[in-house]
């Protein structure tokens, strides 16, 4: 039971000039978005897929610091 891309196609308004669905697209779409969630830094095959993993990045780091941060202050030295 695999994914049906021409039905998401449709769902996406994924459509060729004649109105059919266009498969290819959704799938296409469908590898960039796992390629922008699992991906790292250094996965930048696309601009709005490297833009998405360098926010994701930049969020992490963030994270990490303001943790480091909250350690520091809960343990001073």
Request: hydrophobic residues 35%; charged residues 30%; proline residues 6%.
């Given at each position: 039971?695999?994914?049906?891309?021409?039905?998401?196609?449709?769902?996406?308004?994924?459509?060729n000039?004649?109105?059919?669905?266009?498969?290819?697209?959704?799938?296409?779409?469908?590898?960039?978005?796992?390629?922008?969630?699992?991906?790292?830094?250094?996965?930048?095959?696309q601009p709005?897929?490297?833009?998405?993993?360098?926010a994701?990045?930049?969020?992490?780091?963030?994270?990490?610091?303001?943790?480091?941060?909250?350690?520091?202050?809960?343990y001073?030295?």
């Amino acid at each position: 039971a695999g994914v049906q891309w021409d039905q998401v196609a449709l769902a996406l308004q994924y459509t060729n000039a004649d109105g059919e669905p266009n498969p290819s697209s959704a799938f296409n779409r469908h590898a960039s978005l796992k390629v922008a969630v699992l991906g790292r830094p250094e996965d930048r095959r696309q601009p709005h897929v490297a833009r998405i993993i360098e926010a994701r990045a930049a969020q992490e780091e963030l994270e990490r610091r303001e943790r480091e941060r909250a350690e520091d202050a809960r343990y001073p030295a």
